[in-house]
């Protein structure tokens, strides 16, 4: 208590200013002292979360670590389990295919004796056809000679019956032209016999219509003399006083007439020295005309050859112009059609040697298939091929005729496909059936969630069950789908750590 009445005695001595200071600095250190608390406070919770943190950190890894080693080991024996019937079914396989290729190697054995046999007979009957047709081509030559030598007299009698026949032809024919030179001389007389005495009907004719014409001109020619006297005396009466006038008016001219002729002489004069001047300028007009004419005509030869070698250079650069256009086109469309075909050639042989790596020993050696035909359908296939197609798709058809071989090889391969196609498609029902007889004895020699929660052959009533077997199941340890794996951090989320 002394210590604050000495504090209150403080105060009280202190001025109002002082005081407020003085209690200002003492609520700053207060604050500074709280603050200072807080961090410590706020240090020490980080510390312990780092610490917590760390402790989690380490409990998860151990967690993991732990649950990874019982992920491990339950993974080991399903993987076990699966490693046995693999290797169980693996066994059966590979037996299977071992008895496969014991029956496969003992068909090839009788496949090659088959072929040797094949191959001894043939060898012999080409041998025997070899000496069939030496036979025949010997008797043919011999029916040809002697069909030869019965042409050769035959030929001989025809041409000496020929000759004979021409020589007759030949006289009768001389004989008639003879007969058809007197027959044409004769008619020529009477011909022109009969022309003269035309002629003289026509021209005695002529004579007569002659007299005729003449007679009747000169009545006309009297007749037009009297009008034209009569037509002068008319003409004079009314032409007198205009001939005294013209003889007043011809005085006057001849005096005007020696004017002008005095005028005329100056005027000749001049008139010479401008005959002179036009002469000369005519002369050098007439060559100038003459030069400028002929190099006009050259220049308008010229100018039209021109224009016609223009044309021709013209129609003749639009003729090479679509020429090159046209073989240009052409070209590159025959350059990519050919490249097509090399393309698809290099294809078709790459995918003949693939084929060919895939081809048996019987493909290689018989790449065909006999014909199951008998002679006589093959003969009248042979003539149906031979005759001349009548419809669009026979000829067509005619045109790829030399695939024959081919087609036959490709039905062949489609074949032996369907087959395999119906083999692999029975196969997968025997697998099937397989899977589902392996699925029942699995489920009915195990216990798990799986199997007790759905129906399964362990629940037995009055001896009957509830399991449709007929029903193909895809069970996971068959079919070996991918396995369902849960993280261990998913599982610690959810987990209450221990403080």
């Known amino acids: 208590m002394a210590p604050k009445k000495k504090k209150s005695g ?74 046995e019937i693999l290797s169980q079914t693996f066994e059966r396989v590979v037996d299977r295919k071992d ?54 007299t ?19 024919i001389a004989d008639i032209l003879f007969a058809m030179e007197h027959n044409n001389s004769e008619r020529e007389t009477d011909a022109k016999s009969e022309f003269q005495s035309m002629r003289d009907e026509i021209k005695n004719k002529n004579l007569e219509e002659k007299h005729a014409l003449r007679v009747a001109l000169e009545s006309k020619v009297d007749d037009l003399w009297q009008q034209f006297k009569q037509a002068l005396q008319n003409y004079t009466e009314t032409t007198e006083e ?7 008016l011809k005085v006057k001219d001849e005096k005007s007439a020696r004017e002008i002729e005095m005028q005329m002489r100056k005027l000749q004069r001049i008139s010479d020295q401008i005959s002179q001047l ?18 006009r005509d050259e220049r ?23 020429k090159l256009t046209k073989l240009t086109l052409e070209s ?28 048996t020993e019987e493909e290689k050696v018989l790449p065909f298939y006999a014909s199951s035909l008998t002679k006589e359908e093959q003969e009248d296939v042979e003539a149906a091929v031979l005759e001349a197609p009548s419809e669009p798709m026979s000829q067509v058809m005619h045109e790829y005729s030399s695939l024959e071989n081919f087609w036959k090889r490709y039905n062949k391969v ?39 929660s759905q129906v399964n052959p362990l629940f037995i009533v009055n001896n009957k069950t509830n399991v449709n077997f007929s029903v193909p199941v895809m069970d996971m340890r068959v079919a070996r789908p991918g396995q369902t794996v849960i993280e261990a951090a998913h599982v610690v989320k959810h987990i209450a750590l221990p403080r």
């Open 10 to 83: 403080k105060m009280s001595k202190m001025s109002e200013e002082d005081r407020l200071l003085y209690e200002e600095q003492k609520r700053l250190a207060e604050e500074e002292m709280k603050k200072k608390k807080e961090d410590m406070l706020s240090q020490f919770l980080k510390d312990k979360l780092s610490k917590e943190e760390k402790a989690t950190r380490f409990n998860l890894n151990k967690l993991n670590h732990q649950w990874r080693n019982i992920m491990r080991e339950a993974k080991s024996k399903e993987l076990k389990k699966d490693i």
């Open 99 to 152: 008895a496969v290729i014991k029956s496969l190697a003992k068909d090839l054995m009788e496949a090659e004796e088959q072929y040797a046999m094949a191959l001894r007979s043939h060898i012999q009957n080409v041998d025997n056809m070899i000496d069939l047709q030496r036979q025949r081509l010997q008797t043919l030559k011999k029916e040809y000679e002697e069909e030869l030598e019965i042409l050769k």
């Open 154 to 172: 035959e030929f001989d009698t025809e041409r000496s019956m020929v000759i004979e026949q021409h020589s007759e032809e030949m006289n009768s």
């Open 242 to 248: 205009r001939k005294i006038s013209f003889e007043t």
């Open 278 to 295: 036009k002469s000369k300028m005519n002369s050098n007009a007439k060559e100038s005309e003459e030069r400028n004419r002929k190099l």
């Open 300 to 322: 308008e030869k010229m100018l039209a050859l021109f224009q016609d070698l223009k044309c021709q250079m013209n129609k003749l650069r639009d003729g090479e112009r679509e």
């Open 332 to 359: 590159n469309a025959a350059a990519k059609e050919v490249k097509r075909h090399q393309d698809k050639g290099k294809q078709i042989l790459k995918l003949a040697e693939m084929c060919r790596k895939l081809e």
């Open 414 to 452: 489609l074949l032996d496909k369907l087959a395999l196609d119906k083999e692999k498609n029975s196969m997968l029902q025997e697998n099937q059936q397989l899977r589902m007889l392996l699925k029942q004895y699995l489920d009915g020699i195990s216990v798990n969630e799986e199997i007790l």
